[in-house]
T-cell receptor
Framework: GAVVSQHPSRVICKSGTSVKIECRSL??????MFWYRQFPKQSLMLMAT?????????EQGVEKDKFLINHASLTLSTLTVTSAHPEDSSFYIC????????????FGPGTRLTVT | GQNIDQPTEMTATEGAIVQINCTYQ??????LFWYQQHAGEAPTFLSY????GLEEKGRFSSFLSRSKGYSYLLLKELQMKDSASYLC????????????FGKGTRLHILP
């Protein structure tokens, strides 16, 4: 089946720094990717829809200037957490629909961000 | 707004059957998904329903009633590895590919 990868799988950074997370579709093209955040023992919360070649669409309550999304190609979307704070520590997951794969959305393995 | 409800936790015994319910109230409807998620891992796809009725896939079955805004996931012959969170998710709009997740049900399997 279709594969979505994320890099890095884990990252620790200091407060005030920025962290970039990459999401790649390995064997298919994705004009749209999604970014989710998941806190411990909670469900996935959609942060934004990443659109290739255009601006991302953010969900209500998500700061677009803090969570920068760039979808520069049909196989790569990046999420940059700017000026990170400890409350940004979370599990970040990306996903994409694979064209022609029916109704299954493929998820990346996730990135565990810890801000100290 | 969008609202998806499912029980927070359930417990069942190895070898038994368990049913996890999900009710939804969304601005539109274009399909309901069930995902399994083990701690620290990404969700994995279990089932998709867009029409009313029962979809069976091995030990797992999923049911949908659009008129009632209701779905359930049925797990048979439970195994210890089935201990996980089960997420109900709805695709609310045909023109919008995003799906909205419920809070998830943590299923504990006892030996």
């Amino acid at each position: 089946g279709a594969v979505v990868s994320q890099h890095p799988s884990r990252v620790i950074c200091k407060s005030g720094t920025s962290v970039k997370i990459e999401c790649r579709s390995l064997d298919f093209q994705a004009t749209t990717m999604f970014w989710y955040r998941q806190f411990p023992k909670q469900s996935l919360m959609l942060m934004a829809t990443s659109n290739e070649g255009s601006k991302a669409t953010y969900e209500q309550g998500v700061e677009k200037d803090k969570f920068l999304i760039n979808h520069a190609s049909l196989t790569l979307s990046t999420l940059t957490v700017t000026s990170a704070h400890p409350e940004d520590s979370s599990f970040y997951i990306c996903s994409a629909w694979s064209q022609g794969a029916g109704y299954e959305q493929y998820f990346g393995p996730g990135t565990r961000l810890t801000v100290t | 707004g969008q609202n998806i409800d499912q029980p927070t936790e359930m417990t069942a015994t190895e070898g038994a059957i368990v049913q996890i319910n999900c009710t939804y109230q969304t601005s539109g409807f274009n399909g309901l998904f069930w995902y399994q998620q083990h701690a620290g891992e990404a969700p994995t796809f279990l089932s998709y329903n867009v029409l009313d009725g029962l979809e069976e896939k091995g030990r797992f079955s999923s049911f949908l009633s659009r008129s009632k805004g209701y779905s359930y996931l049925l797990l048979k012959e439970l195994q210890m590895k089935d201990s996980a969170s089960y997420l109900c998710a709805v695709r609310a709009s045909r023109g919008d590919d995003k799906i909205i997740f419920g809070k998830g049900t943590r299923l504990h399997i006892l030996p």
